[in-house]
């Protein structure tokens, strides 16, 4: 018997009990009362499937929604690295107007809905940015030209670059706020020590962050920032609401076309598990080193 | 000689909220003198010297310094800083630069020495407080007495007219703040001017020029160091020289 076997009491193997119980009832519940036909063995044809008048593999919904999950969580994940370092920086700062909008940009992330506030971007920020720099236009374009395939690598399907700005905009912008907070919390740790010995040699106030401060509360920051990196990918699943062709809009759009209600979510439920999980654990190792 | 005062307090008050922690301080420290001060812990020695770089802003008062008059937010302050140095109780170093980036960023970034030139100090200031061969360390790999010299070395770099040192050896082992005091002598014998917060009463009497009594956020005695330890004029100073010397 494997030792952490022996290590379970009794109480413990009541809850394992109660536990797998209670998950058996809802399955057979399940199988009895919905008439659910799965067909699991559909699902690897949506993520990669062969096709014969081509004769080539090319990638299905749900790696194409995983693709562009990567990208835009990327893109955004910069983004909100940059504006959030800036924000926690204004959060510090002497100047009482630069923190209060800093304070007051926080404040109001954290108190309204985040669907509210994907909405609230992409109709007054991201869709006005997309206008006025005529994007639409200019994507179209570069998908016609020869050059396509490489923009396409990093940015997916050409036609879909507004979206994916929008995408990321309005993602990095509300992850930064978060990322704001952590730069500050770092920024706050640095003993007062430091920030006086800055100054006594004559440093200015940006000199003192810059050379000083920063590259220390940076360091302090990494694993705070890593977990929020992963929030930022769970996260990520509410701008399919702004259409933008991620991951969880590719599973809406291939359950409403195939009614592999059940498959298609635990897939993709697995899916961002495993990249979310993996992420940690890699955190977790590097962050020993 | 012609006497040169370079800080120059009258009637200097600061309060943190409503606690008055200086009082009416009168003090002239003049071009090449070493000053130290004592006093029992609170009587506001820190909170003085602190002012003298403008670490601190005092409320009441005058306060000149190198022909500055400091006032918070005064443009030059930063100026008066660079010609001002400053070694604190905790060292301060910083960590996250070797031993010679902690002492060439000053020069380099706000003296705007080229590097090679802010190195020569550097190695220069290094061997004068005799750990040149440390440069290449990060400061959590030196001992406190080591960490100490360095900042001493890191304050000398910016070439100061005047040293302020907070209590350099009270976070120190005993067996390493004789390796400081050595250091500061030697620079004391430079002729450097100098004003010392420390209890360290056998280094204020080698190199003082002026001791300088404080408690309760005042002056209460400034007298040469023969006077002072011999026969303090306040029975104040008597009575806190009497507890320290003891041991």
């Given at each position: 018997?494997?030792s952490?076997?022996?290590?379970?009491k009794?109480?413990?193997?009541?809850i394992?009990i109660?536990l797998?119980g209670?998950f058996?009832?809802?399955?057979?519940?399940?199988?009895g009362?919905?008439?659910y036909t799965w067909?699991?063995?559909?699902?690897?044809?949506?993520?990669i499937?062969?096709?014969?008048?081509?004769?080539?593999?090319f990638?299905?919904?749900?790696?194409?929604?995983?693709?562009?999950?990567?990208?835009?969580c990327?893109?955004?994940?910069?983004?909100?690295?940059i504006f959030?370092?800036?924000?926690?920086?204004a959060r510090?700062a002497?100047?009482l107007t630069?923190?209060?909008l800093?304070?007051?940009?926080?404040?109001?992330?954290r108190n309204?809905?985040?669907?509210?506030?994907?909405?609230i971007?992409f109709?007054?920020?991201?869709?006005?940015?997309?206008?006025?720099?005529?994007?639409?236009?200019?994507?179209?374009?570069?998908?016609?030209?020869?050059?396509?395939?490489?923009?396409?690598f990093?940015?997916?399907?050409m036609?879909?670059?507004?979206?994916?700005v929008s995408?990321?905009l309005?993602?990095?912008?509300?992850?930064a706020?978060?990322?704001?907070?952590?730069?500050?919390a770092?920024?706050q740790?640095i003993p007062?020590?430091q920030?006086?010995?800055?100054r006594?040699?004559g440093?200015?106030?940006?000199?003192?962050?810059?050379?000083?401060?920063?590259p220390?509360?940076?360091?302090?920051?990494?694993?705070?920032?890593?977990?929020?990196?992963i929030?930022?990918i769970?996260?990520?699943?509410i701008?399919?609401?702004?259409?933008?062709?991620?991951?969880?809009?590719?599973?809406?759009?291939?359950?409403?076309?195939?009614r592999?209600?059940?498959?298609?979510?635990l897939t993709?439920?697995a899916?961002?598990?495993?990249?979310?999980?993996?992420l940690?654990l890699l955190?977790?190792?590097?962050e020993?080193? | 000689?012609?006497q040169t005062?370079i800080?120059?307090?009258?009637?200097?008050g600061?309060?943190?909220?409503?606690f008055?922690a200086?009082?009416?301080v009168?003090l002239?420290?003049?071009?090449g003198e070493?000053?130290?001060?004592?006093?029992?812990?609170?009587?506001?020695?820190?909170?003085?010297?602190?002012?003298f770089?403008?670490?601190?802003?005092?409320d009441?008062g005058r306060?000149c310094?190198?022909?500055m008059?400091l006032?918070?937010?005064?443009?030059?302050?930063?100026?008066?800083?660079q010609d001002?140095g400053?070694?604190?109780?905790?060292?301060?170093?910083?960590?996250?630069?070797?031993?010679l980036?902690?002492?060439?960023?000053?020069?380099?970034?706000?003296?705007?020495?080229?590097?090679a030139?802010?190195?020569?100090?550097?190695?220069?200031?290094?061997?004068?407080?005799?750990?040149?061969?440390?440069?290449?360390k990060r400061?959590?790999?030196?001992?406190?007495?080591?960490?100490?010299?360095?900042?001493?070395a890191?304050?000398?770099?910016m070439?100061p007219r005047?040293?302020?040192?907070?209590?350099?050896t009270?976070?120190?082992?005993p067996?390493?703040?004789?390796?400081?005091?050595d250091?500061?002598?030697?620079l004391?014998?430079?002729?450097?001017?100098?004003?010392?917060?420390t209890?360290?009463?056998?280094?204020?009497?080698?190199?003082?020029?002026?001791?300088v009594?404080?408690?309760?956020?005042?002056?209460?005695?400034?007298?040469?160091?023969?006077?002072?330890?011999?026969?303090?004029?306040?029975q104040?100073a008597?009575v806190?020289?009497?507890q320290?010397?003891?041991?």
């Amino acid at each position: 018997m494997p030792s952490f076997l022996k290590r379970l009491k009794w109480a413990d193997w009541l809850i394992l009990i109660v536990l797998v119980g209670a998950f058996g009832y809802v399955g057979l519940r399940l199988e009895g009362t919905l008439n659910y036909t799965w067909r699991w063995e559909l699902i690897p044809d949506y993520f990669i499937r062969y096709r014969e008048d081509r004769q080539e593999w090319f990638a299905n919904l749900l790696l194409q929604g995983l693709f562009a999950t990567l990208r835009i969580c990327i893109y955004a994940g910069i983004l909100a690295a940059i504006f959030g370092t800036i924000l926690g920086v204004a959060r510090c700062a002497e100047n009482l107007t630069i923190r209060l909008l800093a304070r007051t940009y926080l404040e109001l992330l954290r108190n309204i809905p985040p669907v509210v506030i994907i909405f609230i971007f992409f109709f007054f920020l991201s869709q006005q940015l997309i206008d006025a720099l005529n994007m639409n236009a200019w994507a179209r374009g570069i998908a016609r030209s020869d050059s396509a395939p490489a923009w396409e690598f990093f940015f997916g399907d050409m036609r879909r670059f507004p979206s994916l700005v929008s995408g990321v905009l309005v993602l990095g912008l509300f992850q930064a706020a978060f990322v704001g907070e952590i730069v500050r919390a770092g920024i706050q740790s640095i003993p007062k020590g430091q920030f006086e010995a800055a100054r006594a040699i004559g440093m200015s106030r940006s000199q003192e962050m810059r050379y000083i401060v920063m590259p220390q509360a940076l360091r302090k920051v990494v694993p705070p920032m890593a977990n929020q990196f992963i929030s930022l990918i769970k996260d990520s699943s509410i701008i399919s609401l702004i259409s933008v062709q991620e991951l969880t809009y590719k599973t809406v759009e291939l359950v409403a076309s195939t009614r592999l209600i059940f498959e298609a979510w635990l897939t993709t439920a697995a899916c961002y598990f495993i990249l979310c999980f993996g992420l940690s654990l890699l955190f977790r190792r590097l962050e020993k080193h | 000689m012609v006497q040169t005062p370079i800080i120059i307090a009258e009637g200097v008050g600061k309060y943190f909220g409503d606690f008055k922690a200086l009082t009416d301080v009168d003090l002239i420290v003049n071009q090449g003198e070493r000053v130290v001060i004592c006093g029992p812990s609170g009587s506001g020695k820190s909170t003085l010297i602190r002012c003298f770089n403008g670490l601190e802003n005092h409320d009441t008062g005058r306060l000149c310094v190198d022909g500055m008059e400091l006032r918070e937010d005064a443009p030059g302050m930063r100026q008066l800083r660079q010609d001002v140095g400053m070694v604190f109780q905790q060292f301060n170093l910083f960590p996250h630069l070797t031993i010679l980036e902690n002492l060439i960023i000053g020069p380099m970034k706000v003296r705007k020495q080229s590097r090679a030139a802010a190195e020569a100090t550097a190695r220069k200031y290094l061997e004068r407080v005799r750990i040149p061969e440390q440069a290449d360390k990060r400061p959590a790999q030196l001992s406190g007495g080591q960490q100490q010299r360095v900042a001493i070395a890191r304050a000398l770099c910016m070439q100061p007219r005047v040293m302020l040192f907070d209590e350099p050896t009270s976070a120190l082992d005993p067996e390493m703040i004789g390796e400081v005091l050595d250091v500061m002598v030697e620079l004391a014998e430079t002729g450097m001017t100098m004003v010392v917060v420390t209890h360290e009463m056998g280094f204020a009497r080698k190199v003082a020029d002026t001791m300088v009594f404080m408690e309760a956020g005042r002056i209460v005695e400034v007298s040469p160091p023969e006077t002072f330890f011999t026969a303090p004029k306040s029975q104040r100073a008597r009575v806190f020289l009497d507890q320290i010397l003891e041991h």
